[in-house]
Each structure stands twice: as C-alpha cells, then as structure tokens.
C-alpha cells in the first residue's frame, strides 16, 4: 500500500507539472483526484500482484523440484 500511495503521489505532481499524461483514446475518462486515471491505480496494484504470484508459482515449482 505505501508503494501505491508514493506513486499516485509521483503521479499527481508529474501531471500538475504537464510532465505526464494520458492518452484519452486509452482510458476510460474516469479520473481520481490529482487527475489520475483509475487505470493507472489499478496498473499499480496489478503489476505488483503479477509479480508477486509469479515468484511465488516459481518457488513452488523449484520446491517440488527438490523434494
């Protein structure tokens, strides 16, 4: 949860500053504050998911492959 809370932060400066944006054909239009697309919250909490679970059904398989 704090790796979300600092990169929506990041984000929300870096659009205020017209360092970042979005293409509007590629989101849905729906913004949180800051004007961050719920698209961009849920990339952060879905890449982090994938990832973890990815490790995770690696050291599965590595396990069993020991046993």
Do not use: K, Q
């Amino acid at each position: 949860m704090p790796t979300v809370i600092v990169f929506c932060a990041w984000d929300v400066l870096a659009i205020a500053r017209h360092h970042w944006g979005f293409n509007h054909r590629y989101i849905t239009g729906w913004l949180l504050p800051g004007r961050v697309p719920t698209e961009e919250l849920v990339f952060f909490v879905a890449i982090p998911v994938c990832g973890l679970s990815t490790l995770e059904a690696v050291r599965g398989i590595l396990e069993r492959r020991r046993a």
